[in-house]
């Protein structure tokens, strides 16, 4: 059965919750593949307005688009510009979207790297290797990234000459006249100071972007 976008919102916040206290008990991210893999789909499904595929391990694709775009979805959680993200040529005919995203375990949010049809995802992709595989360099998608503006903005307040969003998927953006500031985390330690919000968590560990951002926002609409 198809998920509803209320329940897609709802399992990738407790994905991406079940995730970080994973990360917290010393688990490394590479041991995460599988979580990070359904992060990436949920998130895939909720910003195109789309569903799961409707087969365990789908040939090809993992989400359908809400124009029925076949979606192919690749999650990685390596921090740095030195990786790959891999591709089996022979089920890419099955697939209409690549999209590849990156979970921030630093800032524990969702990047996207990549949201485009296959063709510009094909231009960009290496031959294939010894195992048959063809790549895109995490480097390639760095340097190309941008800017996604198809989430929807669940909160937004203004705070002096800043502007702090939170959108649908829990992604803290702050702006100052109209350019994004990144990292936002430093601007959200010095308002929360402003409001004397701690900005360590329970078990003593600094809050991520994600808490700290919603920690300020709550603090800005109470005033």
């Known amino acids: ?48 307005n ?3 595929a409707t087969e365990v391990n789908q ?52 990047e996207t790297l990549l949201n485009e049809p296959k063709r510009i995802a094909l231009e960009l992709m290496s031959k294939e290797n010894s195992s048959g595989k063809v790549t895109i360099a995490l480097s390639k998608l760095l340097t190309t990234q941008k800017e996604q503006c198809d989430v929807p903005v669940l909160k937004s307040v203004p705070f002096n000459s800043y502007v702090i969003t939170e959108l649908e998927n829990g992604t803290i953006q702050v702006m100052k006249d109209n350019e994004l500031v990144s990292p936002a985390k430093p601007i959200l330690r010095e308002i929360a100071v402003s409001f004397n919000i701690n900005i360590l968590n329970a078990n ?11 920690l300020v926002i709550r603090a800005i609409q109470a005033k």
Request: charged residues 20%; without cysteine; aromatic residues 6%.
């Open 1 to 48: 059965m198809a998920l509803t976008q209320m329940q897609v919102i709802q399992s990738l916040g407790d994905a991406m919750a079940w995730f970080e206290r994973e990360l917290e008990w010393g688990v490394l991210p590479t041991e995460l593949r599988h979580l990070s893999g359904r992060i990436g789909e949920l998130y895939a499904a909720l910003i195109t």
């Open 50 to 52: 789309g569903q799961m």
């Open 59 to 110: 040939k090809g694709y993992d989400v359908v688009g809400m124009n029925g775009e076949r979606i192919s979805v690749k999650t990685t959680a390596i921090m740095g510009q030195s990786g790959h993200i891999s591709f089996n040529p022979n089920t890419l005919n099955k697939v209409d979207r690549v999209i590849i995203l990156r979970i921030n375990t630093e800032e524990m949010q969702i």
């Open 204 to 214: 003593g560990n600094p809050h991520n972007t994600r808490q700290l951002g919603s």
